[in-house]
């Protein structure tokens, strides 16, 4: 992803707490971030957390955090946590990493 129309491209790390996994999270996700014009990932930790890792415009990000903490229907999320980083350019796509 490179910068166009003057949007800098940021990395963002963002920890989902919550009730978020077995009911649908990373699916949510991975429709959500496309819709964002995201590219990235997201997969499950083994402490019961979300991880994604984002790349794109900070405003996208953030509406992306925004929807986050909703998640879906049977999602219960408690806590976001997003660190800032600079972009990478590896990603061409986003996808649910396993």
């Known amino acids: 992803m490179t ?6 491209v ?3 790390q963002i920890l989902v707490s919550g ?3 077995g009911v649908g999270y990373r699916a949510f996700a991975a429709c959500a971030a496309p819709r964002h014009g995201l ?7 083994d402490d019961g957390r979300v991880e994604l890792d984002v790349e794109g415009a900070r405003a996208a ?3 992306l955090v925004h929807e986050l903490k909703a998640g879906p229907p049977s999602a219960r999320v408690t806590k976001i ?3 800032w980083k600079e972009a990478t350019g ?3 796509n986003f ?3 396993y």
């Open 90 to 92: 590896r990603f061409s």
């Open 39 to 45: 590219l990235g990932g997201v997969r499950n930790l």
């Open 81 to 83: 946590e997003t660190e």
């Open 95 to 97: 996808s649910i990493w």
């Open 19 to 21: 009730r978020v996994q």
């Open 61 to 63: 990000i953030e509406a």
């Open 10 to 12: 940021i990395r963002a």
């Open 3 to 8: 910068e166009s129309a003057g949007k800098r």
